[in-house]
């Protein structure tokens, strides 16, 4: 069965230093990955994806996110984070390309950027 | 703008009492998706309907039902609340675009259960 985990309830970064919010994945077969953003009273919004390719990825708001097959994981990177980047950040995966596979999320990383 | 509704926003109930959320697509997705988020507990799948016509169980379907009542609309209801049907709850859509984009998601309804 697919599962993703986010080891981290909350990360703290200073504006202006790297961030780096973690996901580690299990699936068999070619993953489809994914990060979600959600702000406060907010759905969650579609951030960056991986599915073949380039084992970087770059997504909205400046983020990016590196695919390591042999570690299985999706870490979501900015270079410099802004306080405005503060949010709850969801990693999922899906098995296969099939419209009926359905998207499992991880728990969410609430990232904290201070000023 | 294109995506998906959900009514109402805001809900408070008193234990017992009933009720259904709306949720509305105008991306022409084949799937829809009824969702909670608890804190701590990330997203767990309540229903979700693969395609007009059809429903099926997710992850936490007790004290739940849904209607799939056209490609449009997917809606859920509570037929007795209880406290821990406290939550926020999330519809989701996803069409043939899925593998570039995920899944659409609604605003959200806060539900309260007292």
């Known amino acids: 069965a697919q599962s993703v985990a986010q080891p981290e309830d909350q990360v703290n970064v200073a504006e202006g230093n790297p961030l780096t919010v973690k996901c580690t994945y299990s699936?068999?077969?070619?993953?489809?990955l994914f990060w979600y953003v959600q702000y406060p009273n907010r759905g969650l919004q579609f951030l960056l994806k991986?599915?073949?390719?380039?084992?970087l990825v770059k997504g909205s708001y400046g983020f990016e996110a590196e695919f390591n097959k042999s570690q299985t994981s999706f870490h979501l990177k900015k270079p410099s984070a802004l306080v405005s980047d503060s949010a709850l950040y969801f990693c999922?995966?899906?098995?296969?390309?099939?419209?009926?596979?359905?998207?499992?999320f991880g728990s969410g990383t609430r990232l904290s950027i201070r000023p | 703008n294109a995506g998906v509704t959900q009514t109402p926003k805001f809900q408070v109930l008193k234990t017992g009492q009933s009720m259904t959320l709306q949720c509305a697509q105008d991306?022409?997705?084949?799937?829809m998706y009824w969702y909670r988020q608890d804190p701590g507990m990330g997203l767990r799948l309540i229903y979700y309907?693969?395609?007009?016509?059809?429903?099926d169980k997710g992850e936490v379907p007790n004290g739940y039902n849904v209607s799939r009542l056209n490609k449009r609309e997917f809606s859920l209801r509570l037929e007795s609340a209880a406290p821990s049907q406290t939550s926020v709850y999330f519809c989701?859509?996803?069409?043939?675009?899925?593998?570039?984009?995920?899944?659409?998601f609604g605003s959200g309804t806060r539900l309260t259960v007292v």
């Open positions: 989701a859509s996803s069409g043939w675009d899925s593998a570039n984009y995920g899944y659409t």
């Open positions: 699936v068999s077969g070619n993953p489809y």
């Open positions: 991986y599915i073949t390719g380039d084992n």
């Open positions: 999922a995966v899906r098995q296969g390309d099939s419209s009926a596979s359905k998207i499992i």
């Open positions: 991306m022409n997705h084949n799937s």
């Open positions: 309907s693969a395609s007009e016509g059809t429903t």
